[in-house]
């Protein structure tokens, strides 16, 4: 019994300087952590907050934020470069929106002192015209700015009339898919409004396209017809076969034949 005694004891005392040997060799200090690459940065204008189309800038809208250099885009405004920028660009009219961080382009911007605001969102070659509306033929007040409509006109048919002996209208879309300029003055959907019933709707339209409006109002009466937010993203080119795009005229169908009508 002795002996296996002092057999454990032995075996203690080896695995207790093992031990000993191991806690001894962590006391190395680790691995220093391999160092983190640091990139050059600029400061660079940015919005502080989502500014709309149509907003005039404040210096609240804008700060200056650390770009990564290469990042930073030849557009992007550097204080390195403008230091003043925030005085130089206030008061600004917005004419592309801007989302929170995002970097301020002067391109998306209009001076105050500049050219007319809706001069300068047409797109080359377009013009704006406008037409009366009511709560009746502008959808109820629910057409925003930016959205897409169909043009309708509706006039009564004298020719019908002289066989029907009695009233005769006819109603035709002549313009597909343009879209609304603004509703009376307003030229965006602000603070949550969701309705805007104004009595004049201002359209972008192709010089053909705005022919045909100034002719159609003359003829009957202009109604907007509201189009879906998905079928309004499949824009359509104005083409001088269309309807819409004849100049001189508008054709009107009755009974499968077709015919233009003139002022």
Wanted: no cysteine.
């Amino acid at each position: 019994m002795k002996a296996a005694r002092l057999v454990v004891l032995g075996v203690a005392i080896a695995a207790g300087g093992l031990a000993a040997l191991l806690a001894s060799g962590s006391d190395e200090p680790a691995p220093a952590p391999p160092p983190v690459a640091k990139f050059d940065t600029v400061d660079v204008l940015i919005a502080d907050k989502d500014i709309g189309v149509g907003s005039a800038l404040s210096a609240e809208d804008m700060r200056w934020q650390a770009w990564p250099t290469t990042a930073a885009g030849p557009s992007f405004i550097r204080k390195s470069d403008r230091p003043n920028a925030l005085d130089e660009l206030k008061g600004s009219i917005v004419r592309g929106s801007f989302t929170t961080g995002e970097p301020i382009q002067e391109a998306r911007l209009i001076s105050a002192t500049g050219s007319g605001y809706m001069a300068a969102i047409l797109p080359s070659g377009m013009r704006a015209i406008s037409t009366e509306i009511s709560p009746e033929t502008g959808a109820g007040g629910f057409i925003l700015p930016n959205d897409r409509v169909d043009v309708i006109l509706s006039r009564r048919d004298k020719e019908a009339e002289k066989s029907a002996g009695t009233e005769v209208f006819t109603s035709e879309t002549i313009l597909h898919n343009v879209r609304v300029l603004a509703i009376d003055q307003t030229v965006e959907d602000k603070n949550g409004q969701k309705v805007v019933v104004g009595k004049t709707a201002t359209l972008e339209l192709a010089s053909r396209q705005a022919e045909t409006l100034a002719l159609a109002r003359q003829l009957g009466t202009i109604s907007l017809a509201l189009r879906s937010i998905v079928d309004a993203g499949v824009k359509t080119e104005p083409s001088d076969n269309d309807a819409e795009t004849r100049r001189g005229g508008i054709n009107m169908v009755r009974f499968g034949v077709t015919t233009t009508t003139t002022k």
